[in-house]
């Protein structure tokens, strides 16, 4: 059963990896993803300068292995942590595997740096640049602003000049599948999406102790996990549906085993990231989803999943 797929020009020899945060904020991490079953790896998104983050508790788990909440409030070490690390990548490594950068600026000025540097360094690293976090005080999602979202895209398309992938928030109304697949159509070297980030600004709350499970903006965070599944598969169909001239989408949102992989590939992911299962059961994770997924594959006869790619059927 073959798991590898191609995305932005590279290949991954196993379509699973994880999501952007999640295990990737430092180079050891990064080496387990590395030494994991998992097909590629992506950083933590950068911003110009290191950030220690939003304060703790910032991540709970919820009750029942629903999913997840978070506002770690992008606590990462820098661009140029992430730049040197691209910089000694081992690109032809025996597993075959790419490297994705997630890059989330601050401002557009930070993301037009950030990503000069990168297309200076003429790297084969793929960059996914972040439009969604939820959990900066006082800042809306780039994603949710579609002129800001165009307007953005207009200065760094041109910078970055090769293929690479954006970050998107959940969308739920048809307008902004319309709105934002046609802001992405206008842009050649947009390879791909990533659909969904978490579902923002949640608030989960203990029975017991009637007190909020994170400490950052009065218990409000991004939900992840099984819970958001459904939502994320409607955004990996809308976008599957709406772009156009070759772009993919990256599947991410409530994979727990193989079963939801499937899910994603049938609603049109090419990739699947995994997040929250990622921080609850470690890089494990990604040998016993593939083999879930090859078990499913060969009970359905599928050997490869381009047969099933985006065959969700309707009624
Ligand atoms: O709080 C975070 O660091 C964070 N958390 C998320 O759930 N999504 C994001 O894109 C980010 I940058």
């Known amino acids: 059963v073959d798991l590898s797929t191609s995305i932005a020009g590279v290949t991954l020899p196993n379509l699973l990896l994880n999501a952007s945060g999640v295990n990737c904020r430092y180079e050891n991490e990064l080496q387990q993803l590395l030494d994991s079953s998992a097909g590629s790896l992506v950083t933590k998104s950068a911003t110009l300068s290191s950030r220690d983050g939003n304060p703790e508790p910032r991540y709970a788990p919820l009750a029942g292995q629903i999913g997840s909440i978070n506002s770690m409030g992008l606590p990462n070490q820098g661009y140029e ?26 401002s557009l000025p930070d993301n037009k740096a ?4 990168f297309r200076d360094a003429n790297l084969p690293c793929v960059l996914e640049i972040n439009f969604s976090c939820p959990n900066l005080p006082g800042k809306p999602q780039l994603g949710y602003d579609m002129e800001a979202m165009e307007a953005a895209l207009q200065v760094l398309a041109p910078i970055i000049g090769k293929p690479f992938g954006i970050k998107l928030p959940p969308y739920f ?7 934002a697949a046609a802001i992405f159509n206008k842009f050649d070297n947009i390879a791909y999406v990533t659909c969904i980030n978490s579902v923002g600004n949640g608030l989960a709350i203990d029975w017991e102790s ?19 599944l459904q939502t994320s598969l409607a955004n990996v169909n809308a976008f599957y549906r709406r772009l156009n001239n070759g772009k993919q989408v990256i599947g991410c949102g409530g994979v727990t085993s193989g079963k939801e992989a499937f899910l994603h590939i049938l609603a049109g ?11 609850e059961e470690g890089t494990g994770v990604f040998e016993r989803v ?14 490869n999943v381009e047969e099933f790619r985006g065959k969700v059927k309707t009624l």
């Not at 942590?81 to 601050?106: R, W």
């Not at 109304?173 to 709105?179: E, N, P, V, Y």
């Not at 009637?210 to 958001?228: C, Q, R, S, W, Y």
């Not at 992911?269 to 921080?279: D, E």
């Open 114 to 117: 950030m990503c000069e540097a």
């Open 81 to 106: 942590y992430y730049l040197e690390y691209a910089k000694k990548f081992d690109y032809n490594n025996a597993a075959g595997k790419p490297l994705f950068i997630s890059l989330a600026g601050m």
């Open 290 to 303: 593939s083999k879930e997924l090859e078990e499913i594959m060969v009970a359905k006869g599928y050997t």
């Open 210 to 228: 009637e007190t909020a499970l994170i400490k950052p903006k009065d218990g409000f965070g991004g939900l992840g996990g099984l819970m958001v």
């Open 173 to 179: 109304d048809i307008a902004h599948f319309d709105q």
């Open 269 to 279: 992911a090419s990739a699947v990231q995994i997040g929250t299962q990622l921080q």
